[in-house]
Every structure is written in structure tokens, then in C-alpha cells.
């Protein structure tokens, strides 16, 4: 299994990103996939997850401005930020996880939200 994020980058406060997790050797639409991110000096934390019934559900900090979504076709999960802030700048992960007890992770793709 592999899972590829993407499309992280230096934006301006009240930009947007579009990022993307493609994956391999899994069905992303069979499970429950999340976008995480971890600033430096601090614990990785959840941003937004979609379950395999299309239910979503985001932290406090990025509702309203994050959306999560799917693209079976394509096997990949987008994480469209809006208004992006400042403390928006993190390490961005896409999770996939398969039980409780087994997940896969991306790579990690950076975004610096910076004037």
C-alpha cells in the first residue's frame, strides 16, 4: 500500500491549496481516509476525516474553510483550504485507515501560509 499526498506550497494569508492523496494497493472508497498535520514543535492532530459512507467531520480550526472529499474514480481524497491563516502552516498527511488498529500514511506535503 502507498499513499501519495500532494499539492502543498507557500500561499498568502486568505489564499487557498487544493491537496490530494492518491494511493495504491488499496480501495480508498472501502475505507475511512483523514487529513492530518503536524507544526513544527507540535503533536500531529486531525483536520478532517471522510468515512466510507461519505460522512465527514473537521477540527474546530478549519470548519467552514476545509473540505474534504473523495474521488473513487480516481482513488484519490482532496482537502480544498480556504481562507488560509497563518497557523495553517503545517506538515499535511493523508491517513487511510483500514481497522482501529491498522492505518497507512502518506508521505506528508508541506504548506507555509506566509505574506
Known amino acids: 500500500v502507498q499513499l501519495q499526498a500532494s499539492g502543498g506550497g507557500l500561499v498568502q494569508p486568505g489564499g487557498s491549496l487544493r491537496l490530494s492523496c492518491s494511493g495504491s494497493?488499496?480501495?480508498?472508497?472501502?475505507?475511512?481516509m483523514a487529513w492530518y498535520r503536524q507544526a513544527p514543535g507540535k503533536q500531529r492532530e486531525s483536520v478532517a476525516v471522510?468515512?466510507?459512507?461519505?460522512?465527514?467531520n473537521y477540527a474546530d480550526s478549519v470548519k467552514g474553510r476545509f473540505t474534504i472529499s473523495r474521488d473513487n474514480a480516481k482513488n484519490t481524497v482532496h482537502l480544498q483550504m480556504n481562507s488560509l491563516k497563518p497557523e495553517d502552516t503545517a506538515v499535511y498527511y493523508c491517513?487511510?485507515?483500514?481497522?482501529?488498529?491498522?492505518?497507512?500514511w502518506g508521505q506528508g506535503t508541506l504548506v507555509t501560509v506566509s505574506s
Open positions: 491517513k487511510v485507515s483500514v481497522t482501529w488498529a491498522l492505518a497507512y
Open positions: 494497493g488499496i480501495i480508498f472508497s472501502s475505507y475511512t
Open positions: 471522510i468515512s466510507n459512507s461519505d460522512s465527514t
